[in-house]
C-alpha cells in the first residue's frame, strides 16, 4: 500500500522556519515524484512544487514560493522534506504530501498523506 505520512506541523510565528517530513511507507520509494500540496481555510487545493524520483529536479508553483520553500528528498530514508522559510500569515494551512507518476504529479498525484497543519501567526 502506497501511504504517504506527514510530520513537522505546528505553530509558529511569521519569520520562522519550518520543515515537514513525508515518510513513504512502500517500498522502492524512488519509482514515484513526490510533491507537497497545501488547502488554506475556504481555499482549494494548491500544488507547492514536487521533485522527481531522480532526485535531480524540482519544480515549484511559481517564484514567489521559489526561494522561500525548498524541496527535497533522501531515498535512502524514504523521506521527502519541504523547508519553510519566512514564513507569513498567508501561509497557514494544511500540507499535503503525495506521490504519483511525472504526469500527474502536478494535479493529480495517485496516491495522498493525511495532511499536517501549519499554523503562522502575526
Known amino acids: 500500500q502506497v501511504q504517504p505520512v506527514e510530520s513537522g506541523g505546528g505553530a509558529v510565528q511569521a519569520g520562522d522556519s519550518l520543515t515537514l517530513s513525508c515518510l513513504a511507507s512502500?517500498?522502492?520509494?524512488?519509482?514515484?515524484?513526490m510533491a507537497w500540496f497545501r488547502q488554506a481555510p475556504g481555499k482549494e487545493r494548491e500544488f507547492v512544487g514536487f521533485?522527481?524520483?531522480?532526485?535531480?529536479?524540482?519544480?515549484y508553483a511559481d517564484d514567489f514560493m521559489k526561494g522561500r520553500f525548498t524541496i527535497s528528498r533522501d531515498n535512502a530514508k524514504n523521506t521527502v522534506y519541504l523547508q519553510m522559510n519566512s514564513l507569513k500569515p498567508e501561509d497557514t494551512a494544511v500540507y499535503y504530501c503525495?506521490?504519483?507518476?511525472?504526469?500527474?504529479?502536478?494535479?493529480?498525484?495517485?496516491?495522498w498523506g493525511q495532511g499536517t497543519q501549519v499554523t503562522v501567526s502575526s
Open positions: 512502500w517500498r522502492s520509494f524512488g519509482i514515484y515524484a
Open positions: 521533485i522527481s524520483r531522480s532526485n535531480l529536479n524540482t519544480y
Open positions: 503525495a506521490a504519483g507518476t511525472p504526469v500527474r504529479i502536478t494535479s493529480s498525484p495517485e496516491f
